[in-house]
């Protein structure tokens, strides 16, 4: 193929212009004359060489040194001297939503030996390098954090720690080893988090700084400093570290604790550590043991000589207790007794304790009484403080559980070893409520000297130790003693019981027979009653039938005296036969009646007159009524009197009596025999 290559003057001129462009283009991005920088990025200058020299001290070149240069450069196209400088790209630094960003100076003025932490005073901008430096930055770790947001920061004299990444240029070994270190003390400590505290957590944060002046000689808590907002030096709960020192405060442990909320600290200037709240319960009180505070005159009065009370506020006991409710109390600051203020048992017994525990290292008292047994004692206190008190008790004895044990044991267990020595076992069993009445009266006196109030003393029931048996015996012996009292009363009260059975089943049988008797009267009246009746009725028939014939006959002789004399004569045969039918049927009826009167009359005779058969009937239903009712002859248990001849008087034996001393009356009475011939 052939190509024409005649180009004219004109063709050859501009293409010298061109390649004349292009070598200057190359040279001059060679040379690093011109660059272009993205928006989303910067560009870190570094002078490779200069009419000033080298940087004499220092990282950056704040005089137009060769070295790192303060300023850096944004998104644009930008010129420099041919081959004077070499640009250094890197990213925005990017500090994410709800997190924190650390920063770390290369240059600036060194930390003095008493600081721990870069101060930001006046040089607080990171993101104007020159400015910094000129202000009086200072290298190392900064105090001041990045919160969320997008940077400009020149990364060679700042290095920013983030949670995802580390933004610096040019690290060499030792120093990216340093600053992940750093980053891992940081992330221990969650300090690319801000603190957050909820309140449905009953959380409190204890803040210890590690940054500012060291706390004076024998104070252990550093104290609280311009914490009101309207104070200019208000540091917002160690939020702004620069202020919080320069209110005065110091490092250690703060008295001023985080409430509920969120907070963002820089770890590296101080720490939290989160600490339930103090919850005092209803019924109890809180007393306050600050270990720091300010020096306070007792103010308990020269009437107690026990140990001092203060003021709240003050180092020491405070005089006013906490009442119930929620504290952020700092409990590395002081410490809470809690108190109970409602009534409590202390038990002196192994098997059972009180849910406070205040009792759980008591036993029962060990007892020697009067007559040599070693019974066991178990014994209940009910007591009671007063809230008021509450402060004076602690201020005395430390807390509830040491007055307990080493004021309440003794004393109590001593007080009823005393009482033991004058008491036999059976005194301190049957006198056991006199001798709790006694010892809650001597008792509580000894108790408000403590500042106590003792409400009452209970005493169970002694009891022998283990493998102990002589006072089961002494109880096996009173048990059996009161059983033979009790069996004697039992038996007095059977025998009046016996006695009154008696009596009344006898007045029963009486009246059963008196109304025997009273039946056997009313036949007797009854049948003499009939007598008299048929008697009477027979004799009424009688007259009747004389008056018909007198009726009769008087008719027949008016009707004709001729046949009169006819019909009289038969009259009268007629009469007479009436009459003597009359007085024959008369005589039939009394004759009968005789009869009946005359057998009676015998049978009672035969009985030995009215009065035998009366007894005798009476004998007849008493055997019935024994016999129906199934009743002993002779009574299972017989109490009775006896006389000179020794007789008992009994129902049965009293009938027999009776007919005997009637008949004896008849013989004495009968008219005597006619001698024999």
Same mark, same amino acid.
Request: hydrophobic share 40%; no cysteine; charged share 25%.
């Given at each position: ?535 009477? /009725?027979?004799?009424? =028939? ?6 018909? &014939?007198? *009726? +009769? @006959?008087?008719?027949? $002789?008016? %009707? ?22 009359? /007085?024959?049927?008369? =005589? ?6 005789? &009869?009946? *009167? +005359? @057998?009676?009359?015998? $049978?009672? %005779? ?72």
């Amino acid at each position: 193929m052939d190509y024409n290559l005649n180009w004219t003057a004109a063709d050859w001129h501009i293409a010298l212009i061109v390649l004349a462009v292009v070598a200057a283009l190359v040279l001059l991005r060679l040379s690093g004359a011109v660059r272009y920088m993205p928006n989303d990025r910067i560009g870190i200058p570094e002078k490779l060489w200069s009419f000033r020299g080298s940087i004499e001290g220092g990282f950056i070149a704040l005089k137009g040194e060769a070295g790192y240069q303060p300023d850096i450069i944004r998104g644009g196209l930008h010129f420099f001297v041919p081959f004077q400088y070499s640009l250094h790209t890197a990213n925005l630094v990017t500090i994410p939503q709800g997190q924190i960003g650390y920063v770390f100076a290369r240059d600036g003025k060194a930390l003095p030996p008493t600081q721990t932490l870069a101060s930001n005073t006046e040089a607080d901008d990171f993101q104007d390098t020159r400015g910094f430096l000129m202000k009086g930055g200072q290298k190392g770790p900064q105090r001041k954090i990045l919160r969320e947001g997008t940077y400009a920061i020149n990364l060679a004299q700042f290095v920013v720690l983030t949670e995802q990444r580390t933004y610096a240029i040019n690290l060499s070994t030792s120093e990216a080893t340093l600053f992940d270190e750093m980053k891992h003390l940081i992330a221990e400590r969650s300090g690319f988090q801000p603190v957050v505290i909820k309140d449905s957590e009953d959380l409190i944060g204890i803040v210890t700084i590690h940054d500012g002046p060291a706390l004076a000689d024998g104070e252990i808590i550093a104290p609280t400093v311009a914490n009101d907002p309207q104070n200019p030096l208000f540091h917002n709960n160690f939020q702004d570290p620069e202020k919080f020192l320069q209110a005065g405060g110091y490092r250690g442990r703060q008295l001023q604790v985080l409430a509920d909320g969120s907070y963002y600290l820089n770890r590296l200037f101080a720490t939290v550590e989160l600490v339930e709240k103090t919850i005092i319960d209803v019924g109890t009180v809180g007393v306050v043991v600050s270990y720091t505070g300010r020096l306070s005159a007792d103010i308990s009065g020269s009437a107690y000589r026990h140990g001092e009370l203060v003021e709240k506020g003050a180092r020491g006991v405070w005089s006013t207790p906490l009442l119930p409710g929620k504290y952020a109390f700092n409990t590395y600051a002081g410490s809470i007794v809690i108190v109970p203020t409602t009534n409590f048992v202390l038990k002196w017994t192994k098997e059972q304790s009180g849910e406070h525990k205040l009792d759980e290292n008591l036993s029962e008292v060990s007892l020697i009484t009067r007559d040599a047994f070693e019974p066991v004692l178990p014994l209940s206190v009910v007591v009671h403080i007063d809230y008021m008190k509450a402060p004076m008790v602690v201020q005395r004895f430390g807390d509830i559980k040491r007055l307990v044990e080493q004021t309440l044991d003794p004393m109590v267990s001593a007080y009823f070893k005393n009482i033991a020595q004058t008491k036999t076992l059976i005194q301190l069993l049957q006198e056991r409520n006199e001798i709790q009445r006694t010892s809650g009266e001597e008792m509580r006196e000894k108790f408000a000297a403590y500042s106590l109030e003792l409400q009452e003393v209970l005493i169970g029931t002694p009891r022998a130790e283990q493998g102990q048996g002589a006072i089961e015996t002494i109880l096996a012996q009173l048990r059996d003693r009161q059983v033979a009292v009790e069996k004697v009363e039992t038996y007095k009260l059977q025998e009046i019981a016996a006695v009154q059975e008696r009596t009344l089943r006898e007045k029963q049988a009486l009246a059963e027979q008196q109304a025997r008797i009273t039946s056997s009267m009313l036949a007797i009246e009854v049948s003499e009653n009939e007598g008299k009746a048929k008697l009477a /009725l027979t004799r009424q =028939e009688a007259e009747t039938i004389q008056v018909q &014939a007198k *009726a +009769e @006959a008087e008719r027949q $002789k008016l %009707s004709g005296q001729g046949e009169a004399d006819r019909i009289k004569y038969v009259a009268q045969a007629e009469a007479e036969r009436i009459k003597l039918t009359g /007085l024959a049927d008369a =005589e039939k009826v009394r004759a009968v009646g005789l &009869a009946e *009167a +005359e @057998a009676t009359e015998k $049978k009672v %005779s035969a009985f030995g007159g009215p009065d035998y058969q009366l007894n005798s009937q009476v004998l007849m239903r008493f055997a019935e009524a024994i016999e129906n009712g199934k009743l002993p002859l002779v009574p299972q248990i017989q109490v009775g009197t006896s006389g000179g001849n020794g007789s008992a008087n009994g129902l049965v034996e009293m009938l027999l009596s009776m007919l005997v001393a009637d008949k004896a009356r008849k013989e004495l009475s009968a008219p005597p025999a006619p001698p024999a011939e």
